[in-house]
């Protein structure tokens, strides 16, 4: 794991390009614990997240979970993807998917963890666990939140890969480019977020997947027991201050 920061921006690299970087134990626990110092790190307001070389997640790497495991433990083992999933839905920061190859199985699913993805034009995206008699329970939380029902169901049933262009088509992928465009992009997105109200960022990002589970009445109240808070923000009033001044704001997180 490669964990490197420019600012405001913070770059969390999977490195095991070798293997395609698959999800072992080990990449788990890296990853939540980059992830952990993205969220602790005050000056950190994006994060980028990546694969090194020409793949960006083959998904997770199944030897690593069995070998000498009893079931117990395997089972066990599985808490990792539960914890990574809900550390990145509460990370409290916007996490912008740099997609630089193939994102399958439980790489699909961390692709689908990020806010926005910015993917190559050359990429294929699929749950292909059907093929070897498994099904992607680990992931089907989050697939399901982000792909369109039907869709999802033919891609866990047939197990086929996608291209980056149909999911983008699906509003599943932000943005498709060219290889050479793909770092100029997702900078410029990275650098857009980055000056926006890191407080407001907050909460309102927890206020999006926390609301998306809740009964539409009880939503309704919450959010507007939000909007109140955020208005109160130090960030709040200086945005419209600026506005009003015709300048840009000068958000201090507060």
Known sequence: MLLAADGHIATVTLNRPDQRNPLSATMLRDLAAALRWCRQ?????????????????????????DGEMTGLERYRSRDLFVELFILMAELGKPI??????????????????????????????????????IWPMMIQAILSRNIPRKVLLEMEMLGDRWTAIQLQSL????????????????????????????????????????????????????????????????????????????????????
Request: glycine share 10%.
């Open 41 to 65: 790190e005050t000056d950190v307001r994006v994060v980028v997240l990546t694969g090194a070389g020409r793949v960006f997640c083959a998904g997770a790497d199944l030897s690593s979970f």
């Open 96 to 133: 912008v998917g740099r997609i630089n190859g193939h994102a399958l199985a439980g790489g699909l699913g961390l692709a689908c963890s990020c806010d926005i993805l910015v993917s190559i034009d050359t990429a294929t995206f699929g749950t292909p666990e059907i093929n070897v008699g």
């Open 171 to 254: 509003g599943v992928i932000n943005r498709v480019v060219a290889h050479d465009q793909l770092d100029p992009t997702v900078n410029e997105i990275a650098k857009q977020l980055a000056r926006k109200s890191p407080i407001a960022m907050r909460l309102g990002r927890d206020s999006f997947y926390r609301q998306e589970d809740m009964d539409f009445r009880a939503a309704l109240h919450y959010l507007h027991g939000q909007f109140l808070l955020v208005s109160q923000t130090e960030d709040s009033k200086e945005g419209i201050k600026a506005f009003f001044e015709k300048r840009e704001p000068d958000f201090k997180g507060r």
